[in-house]
């Protein structure tokens, strides 16, 4: 069974960096694509990051410069390195993958980026 769990997130100041990391098993984790995807309060779940199997990375433009993608295929890790982070990056911060058809989900951490 596909098994996705976030840690590392927390309370920081802006400008202050964090690192998001996903556990995942349940799967062969080198085959597929992995996603972070965030939620504000009160917002749709939106996507942050996406890497291929093949190390091909995606950024949405809202972090592009200050968030980095990356795995660890022989952990089964799954990381986003958030750098210079603004109020605006506040939300809970989900792992993502689909497995034949199905959307997986993490239960999130909490990032929150306050002065």
Known sequence: QVYLEESGGGLVQPGESLRLSCVASGFTFNMYPMSWYRQAPGKERKLVARIGNVDYTVHADSVKGR?????????????????????????????????????????????????
């Open 67 to 115: 968030f980095i993608i990356s795995r660890d295929n022989a952990k089964n890790m799954l990381y986003l390195q958030m750098n210079s982070l603004k109020p605006e990056d506040t939300a809970a911060y989900y792992c993502s993958t689909i497995v034949s058809g199905t959307t997986y989900w993490g239960k999130g951490t909490l990032v929150t980026v306050s002065s």
